[in-house]
């Protein structure tokens, strides 16, 4: 098998493709080979050494990466569910740059027949982390009005298609105009395109009232503005921090200093008086709800399977081209998702 590993945190040139024995499965396990890997922010920050959970349950060594899709070439004792040849995707803490994957049978799920390789591969992470968020958290309610800041992007465009589903009123923030009609597709009421016009005085004019729901992945740069643009009782959820990391794959130690000073640490004294929250989630400390998220997983999977989800756009990369996939993803230009393949 071939695989992707970083041995220490690094630049791009951390990625280093390298030849393993061939995963054997134990018991309760299945092993994939896959056809598609998903590229997700997260794993350039463990290339970074930044993840925690990537140092906290990990350590380095490390394969990157969190979703997969592909054929069951082999299965352990006690499994029952699958056969050799099952098409399937795959959730995975770690190690989904590669081109086999020994997993739990608890953490694969049936591909639906109607999206292909890179679809299913590049759903599992973003759809799941955007579902806990709308549905473990923010519990939506018809009618509410959202932002969804970084909308073109992998959650971005799962938070607009769910906030659709749940009958609220997305608007959608972007930061180029070629990435406006991506959001509108995937459900966007109306999309600020911050390139152009300001975020927040826009903001203001689709909800005087303000926002029962904010989600926010952005950091010190957006974190302050969209806690004052709640509405009474509306929730600030965060779950990234990509405004404080660097486009070129080079820390700047300082700037992330500063950044960090800078960010917003809020009063809950204040909170409780304007019943305001805050909320986040990281979808890899998360191991210790498994059952929720295979739920989630399978509320997911149904809605792909009769078209009222939809896959997202997708670039695709050969696995040895990993460091190529980071740069574009961490390029800020990217719509929808990134995908490695393994037998390119």
């Not at 729901?213 to 974190?223: C, H, M, R, W």
């Not at 070129?248 to 305001?276: I, K, V």
Request: proline content about 7%; some cysteine; charged content about 20%.
């Amino acid at each position: 098998m071939h695989k992707i590993v970083i041995q220490k945190p690094g630049g791009y040139d951390a990625l280093q493709l390298v030849e393993a024995p061939d995963p054997e499965p134990g018991p309760g396990e299945v092993v994939i080979a896959c056809e598609a890997c998903g590229v997700n922010y997260a794993d350039g920050i463990i290339r970074m050494g930044l993840y925690a959970s990537a140092k906290k349950l990990h350590g380095y060594p490390i394969t990157p990466g969190f979703e997969v899709s592909g054929r069951i070439t082999a299965i352990g004792d006690g499994v029952d569910a699958w056969r050799p040849g099952d098409e399937v995707v795959g959730l995975t803490l770690f190690n989904g740059y590669a081109s086999h994957l020994r997993l739990p049978a608890a953490g694969v799920f049936a591909k639906p027949p109607l999206l292909d390789w890179v679809q299913a591969a590049t759903l599992p992470t973003v759809f799941l982390t955007a579902w806990w968020m709308v549905h473990r958290q923010v519990h939506p309610v018809p009618g509410e009005s959202w932002l969804v800041h970084s909308a073109a992007g992998g959650v971005g465009s799962a938070l607009l298609q769910l906030a659709r589903l749940a009958d609220a009123r997305a608007i959608g923030v972007v930061g180029a105009a070629h990435k406006v009609e991506h959001a509108v597709a995937m459900g966007a009421d109306a999309v600020i395109d911050k390139s152009l016009e300001n975020t927040w005085t826009t903001a203001r004019r689709h909800a005087p009232e303000g926002y029962q729901a904010i989600f926010d992945a952005n950091g010190v740069a957006t974190l302050r503005q969209s806690y004052r643009h709640l509405a009474p009782t509306g929730r600030l959820v965060i779950y990234g921090f990509h405004s404080m990391l660097p486009h070129d794959g080079r820390l700047n130690w300082a700037r992330l200093a500063w950044d960090w000073l800078r960010t917003p640490r809020f009063n809950p004294l204040r909170m409780t008086q304007e019943n305001r929250s805050v909320l986040a989630a990281n979808l890899s400390f998360l191991q210790s709800h498994a059952p929720s998220l295979r739920e989630g997983m399978l509320w997911l999977l149904e809605r792909f399977a009769d078209g009222r989800l939809q896959p997202l756009p997708v670039e695709t990369f050969a696995l040895a081209d990993a460091a190529a996939a980071q740069h574009r993803l961490e390029s800020g230009q990217t719509i929808g998702k990134l995908a490695l393949l393994p037998r390119s």
